[in-house]
């Protein structure tokens, strides 16, 4: 599935591993990991599969956004968009829910 980031940070985090020592060592791995799955993913059906990764509807202020699961503590915050009739995932940031 095609995807884009919200912010340069988080893109230079997957391009050049830049900025990963502001997360655990296994989040950054795992979110390697998830943006791999994300990568081969045809639809966002392939997410809801992945019950290990709990994708999740968001709801309150976070109304829009999807989150994925990195570990027991951080998740990945995604928006699906719509460009051209073509659907793809805006990674939106790591956050710690604790």
């Known amino acids: 599935m ?3 980031f919200k912010s340069k940070k988080l893109e230079a985090l ?3 591993k830049k900025g990963a020592k ?3 060592k296994g989040v950054v791995s795992s979110f390697f990991r998830v943006m791999t799955i994300i990568a081969s993913a045809t639809d966002v059906q392939d997410f809801i ?3 290990s990764r709990r994708f999740e509807k968001l709801c309150g202020d976070r109304e829009g956004q999807y989150s994925m699961r ?3 503590q ?3 915050i995604l928006e ?3 460009e051209a ?3 793809y995932l805006l990674i939106v940031e790591i956050v710690d829910y604790h």
Do not use: M, V
């Open 74 to 76: 951080y998740r990945l």
């Open 22 to 24: 502001r997360y655990p």
């Open 14 to 16: 997957f391009t050049s």
């Open 70 to 72: 990195l570990n027991d």
């Open 2 to 4: 095609d995807y884009r």
């Open 80 to 82: 699906i968009r719509e």
């Open 49 to 51: 599969a992945l019950k």
């Open 85 to 87: 009739q073509r659907k």
